[in-house]
């Protein structure tokens, strides 16, 4: 079964490089992104987990926390993590997953046998606070994820659960945040007393809150 927006992500547990993980209870109240990469000693995932591994003061600063997983074992992702540090410059600073027998793989559906029978796709999971599953996308094998955009989908997020915006179009942190139409203008007065620039009464832009 797909795992979708809204679903509460299934909980399990596995084998990681940071030893036994039991996902719900490691994440406990922070945000999570899980994501998994189709083999390990390959180019493509070699530079997504050495840039993945750089921004983890901008995971920090946000309250998430990253774990990866492919279906090659935990010493296999500790040898090759070696290599990545040496060619990316940058250690892996985050729990990886080993799951060959393909437990969490399965649980997720992130085997597409179409594409490849044997290999994870690059799935990404973003899981909030209370375990619901917020962002779910896919990627082919050949195609490097773009990680500042999974950034960016948090930051929008975060955004909507704190003042009931939402975030238009290529936004990026700092630009003008939409006012979610459940909101009525009434209530936005009380929410943005600064005021909106109302194009349309379904389309309000007002300065992104802080
Ligand atoms: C890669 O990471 O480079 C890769 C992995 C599996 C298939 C194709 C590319």
Redesign the pocket.
Known sequence: MAVRLGDIAPDFEADTTDGKVNFHDWKKDSWAVLFS???DV?????T?LGYTAKLKSEFDKRNVKVIGLSVDSVESHVKWEKDIEETQGQAVNFPMIGDPERSVATLYDMIHPNANDT?TVRSVFIVDPNNKVRLTITYP??T?RNFDEILRVIDSLQLTDKHKVATPVNWKHGDDVIIVPAVSNDDAKALFPGGWDEKKPYLRLVKQPK
């Not at 390959?42 to 070699?46: D, E, F, I, K, N």
Request: charged share 15%; aromatic share 0%.
């Open positions: 990469h189709p083999k390959t180019p493509v995932c070699t997504e290999m094998a050949s490097g």
